[in-house]
């Protein structure tokens, strides 16, 4: 299981396009120092950074990125049939690639986003941003991971429930806030440390059982997938 | 002179059969293989047919990479789709080159050889790099390699369980004769040694080279099995085609035509180019013939036993 | 008895000696066959999924805008206005377009083949980001159109409600060329960079996201002028900005005060956008002059 995880994580950081993501939390770490630097109320800038960039931007991309990086790369470029013709249980092939997403996702944005909580508010706040992201990562992760079994496309697809689910409807339509990640993580965060720079129409138990269930459900489809993946002729 | 630093060793496990029976698979009104049977014994098998004669479909099928829309695919008794454990006996070599690029080539063995759990991957790793020769090149990431090298680093990485059945689809692409003649080499020591080796290939050459024992696919159908001089022969719908140097040609024609087995005769400046339909007949009524008419045969050839003309007149058929 | 004659004729490879159309021919085929590609036209059907979902949004909005206005007299947007409002389906379509457009070329190695022609390097990029530009003003002024003539076809002026309104509509058209331009142009940049068609897409999905924010903490920063050079820091926000600068009271109908608050900053948006612009472009032409023809 751990070389699944080490060819995995060797795969993402000897690509490039990993550098695509190093701008985000620096982004984010700039601006909080920016703002707390220059005096700026943090109930000013604290929704716009935290929530508006962190949790609705920078989370979400790089979850993206990497999601469908560890195993939507290889479907594309064949390799993947290196992996699936060993005798393992698929399952010991989804986990480690799952555990890598999550840990890079998580990583990248639970650090910047503690910087910018305690900046905006307090050490409390820094911490239940980063825990809250860490569980919105492992949740982006199993969705990403499974679409990249579902469809060619799992980058397009992951965009359009980023940008049209998450963003456009996720404001203007209540309805659909109940089953965006993005709520479920500032619920858990804001259930960790009560403050008025987050908040949410979403219930805390909500927000929890749905993350629970989509971080397993998703794993368990990706899993399923798996096992009936299919290779017809060389142009895949 | 190409010399193998390693011997494949023999297998300790018994012979395993890959078993087909009706497999049919189609997509939606295409039917790219079409009532397939076929049983693969130990030594190698050539999986012979045009483009697009569904050999690919047929090979991922047999790998566990595609579910047969009709029939079954077992590998000793148990099915390949969605069945892992099949792979500890078996191993497969795509067609597509792709290969982690980031890895170098014993590193990529090494992962190939833990994730078969084996119980000394280091010393398979080498072994396998041995057998393809890949030992010089092997600590240098992969996508540095020519498409030859990489083709056998895959290979090595399919052989470092040492498995049972070997799947090989169009595996002399990219190389060159050398390391084709050597790759060749280790099919035929790998088949003797009691594996079950199967590879695709359109080139004819390669497949008279490494097997005589053949399967014919055209157009998703099985046209024909087993050794391919023996294919050429059940074929009587096609006359045999000799060619024989007499000291006169001409006079020999003529007694030819008037045999009943013969319908054809042609003179070139060669020699003449005889059309035989019923071969046994031929053979036994030359000798008599040349005898009566005091005509001494210099030369007796058929000239449409080999690989290719057997292929051409089944895919034409 | 006449001579016989008989000639063999020579009907190997022909070299083609006939009459060849100019450059202007070579561009006008690749701005047109881009402008296709843009839209999925002359491709399969799940090509032309994305573009044409964006463009029945857009145009189903303003359908509803011309009806709400046909019934009640009301106008809920304004020609500008609406291009503001179509921002995100503006960037989704370039984030799919762009790379339909170039990163498919670098993917597949056929730019040998395009630069061994008599196409200089700099028309190959030009004319697909005029192809790129033209199709998302289409995609804005489309729309714009429907609802000049639901609006002309209701007026209750006759031929100078028809007038006005044709008043109206030619700087919203203006408007939008702006916001194709400018988009266009950061859209291909980012879709050059890359082969892989994904990650274009992500790129420059990613690089709007993360200016919005920014522009959000800018405007509440304490200097006042920051506040107002706030919107330079995302492109949506600085079309607008030009956008208010240029086109003034027409980008909110009457009644409605403000418009962006960008002070007297005016002009400093038209350069910045200008300057934007052009570096994009200058960019994208030294990126295909540099890039290895795989």
Not at chain 3, 27 to 47: D, E, I, N, P, Q
Request: overall charge positive; proline content about 5%; some cysteine.
């Amino acid at each position: 299981m751990s070389t699944v995880g080490w060819i995995t994580a060797r795969g993402l950081f000897g690509r490039r396009r990993f550098l695509m993501l190093v701008p985000l939390p620096l982004l984010l770490v700039g601006l909080a120092v920016l703002c707390r630097a220059l005096g700026v109320a943090p109930g000013e800038w604290g929704p716009a950074v935290l929530v508006g960039l962190g949790l609705a931007v920078v989370l979400p991309v790089v979850a993206l990125v990497v999601g469908t990086g560890v195993l939507g790369a290889e479907i594309e470029d064949g390799t993947v049939v290196h992996i699936l013709t060993k005798p393992l249980p698929r399952w010991q092939i989804v986990l480690p690639k799952l555990a890598v997403a999550t840990g890079v996702s998580a990583a990248t944005v639970a650090v910047p986003l503690f910087a910018a909580g305690t900046l905006a508010d307090s050490v409390r706040l820094g911490l239940a941003l980063a825990a809250a992201s860490a569980l919105g990562a492992l949740a982006y992760s199993a969705l990403f991971l499974a679409l990249s079994l579902l469809t060619r496309r799992p980058v397009l697809l992951g965009l359009v429930y980023v940008l049209i689910w998450e963003g456009l409807l996720g404001r203007f339509a209540d309805g659909t806030r109940v089953l965006s990640v993005q709520q479920w993580v500032i619920a858990l965060a804001d259930r960790m440390a009560p403050t008025d720079l987050l908040g949410t129409s979403v219930s805390v138990p909500v927000a929890a059982v749905l993350t629970a269930l989509v971080a397993v459900g998703f794993t368990v489809l990706a899993i399923d997938r798996l096992r009936s993946f299919s290779v017809a002729g060389e142009t895949s | 002179m190409t010399t193998i630093s390693a011997q494949p060793a023999a297998p300790t496990t018994p012979a395993s059969t890959l078993d087909l029976a009706g497999v049919s698979r189609w997509y939606g009104n295409v039917v790219a293989v079409n009532d397939v049977s076929m049983r693969l014994g130990p030594g190698v098998t050539g999986l012979l047919g045009p483009n697009g004669a569904g050999k690919t479909t047929l090979l991922h099928m047999m790998a566990g990479f595609l579910s047969p829309s009709r029939g079954t695919v077992s590998l000793d008794g148990e099915p390949t789709w969605r069945n892992p454990q099949v792979y500890r006996r078996l191993g497969l070599v795509s067609e597509r080159e792709a290969v982690h690029a980031f890895l170098t080539a014993y590193e990529f063995v090494l992962a190939s050889a833990k994730l078969h759990q084996l119980p000394d991957p280091a010393a398979a790793a080498r072994r396998a790099i041995d057998l393809v020769e890949m030992a010089d090149a092997q600590d240098r990431r992969i996508g540095t390699y020519s498409k030859g090298m990489r083709q056998r680093t895959r290979v090595a990485a399919a052989l470092v369980h040492d498995p049972q059945v070997l799947l090989l689809d169009e595996p002399f692409n990219g190389m060159d004769p050398r390391q084709r003649l050597h790759m060749m080499t280790l099919l035929h020591r790998l088949g003797d040694a009691g594996r079950t080796i199967l590879f695709s290939s359109h080139i004819l050459e390669e497949v008279e080279q490494v097997s005589g024992t053949v399967q014919v696919m055209v157009a998703g159908r099985l046209a024909a099995s087993g050794d391919f001089r023996t294919i050429r022969r059940l074929m009587t719908n096609r006359p045999h085609v000799f060619a024989i140097h007499s000291t006169d040609d001409r006079a020999l024609a003529v007694a030819l035509m008037a045999e009943p087995s013969v319908t054809g005769v042609e003179l070139g400046r060669t020699g003449l180019s005889v059309k035989a339909g019923d071969y046994g007949a031929f053979t036994r009524a030359l000798p008599k013939l040349a005898l009566r008419h005091g005509i001494r045969v210099r030369q007796l050839l058929p000239e449409d036993e080999s690989l290719e003309s057997v292929f051409s007149y089944l895919v034409e058929a | 008895m006449s001579e016989l004659t008989g000639v063999i004729h020579d009907i190997g490879y022909q070299r083609y000696t006939g009459p060849r159309l100019g450059r202007r021919h070579v561009f006008g085929a690749l701005y047109l066959h881009g402008v296709r590609t843009a839209f999925g036209l002359g491709r399969s059907a799940k090509a032309k999924i994305f573009p044409w979902l964006v463009v029945a949004i857009v145009l189903a909005v303003a359908a509803g805008l011309t009806a709400v206005r046909a019934q009640f007299g009301e106008t809920v947007m304004t020609y500008a206005q609406f291009a503001d409002a179509m921002s995100w389906l503006v960037i989704f379509f370039v984030a799919v377009a762009a790379p339909e457009l170039v990163s498919r070329d670098l993917r597949s190695g056929v730019l040998p083949l395009y630069f061994s022609r008599p196409l200089p390097r700099g028309d190959y990029a030009l004319a697909k980001l005029g192809a790129l530009a033209t199709a998302l003003w289409l995609l804005l002024g489309a729309p714009q159109l429907v609802m000049f003539l639901g609006a002309a076809f209701t007026t209750g002026d006759g031929m100078s409600g028809v007038w006005h309104e044709l008043l109206d509509l030619l700087p919203g058209l203006l408007y939008a060329a702006l916001w194709a331009v400018v988009f266009a142009s950061i859209g291909l940049l980012i879709a050059s960079l890359t082969g892989k068609r994904a990650f274009a897409a992500g790129g420059i999905v990613a690089i709007f996201l993360m200016t919005t924010p920014v522009v959000g903490v800018l405007s509440i920063m304490p200097s006042r002028a920051i506040n107002e050079l706030a919107f330079l820091a995302s492109p949506s926000t600085l079309v607008g900005g030009v956008g208010t600068w240029a086109l003034g009271d027409l980008l909110v109908p009457e009644g409605q005060g403000g418009g962006m608050p960008i002070g007297d900053f005016g002009p400093v948006y038209a350069a910045a956008a200008v300057l934007l612009v052009a570096g994009c472009v200058t960019l994208l032409l030294l990126r295909y002059r540099k890039v290895a023809a795989r």
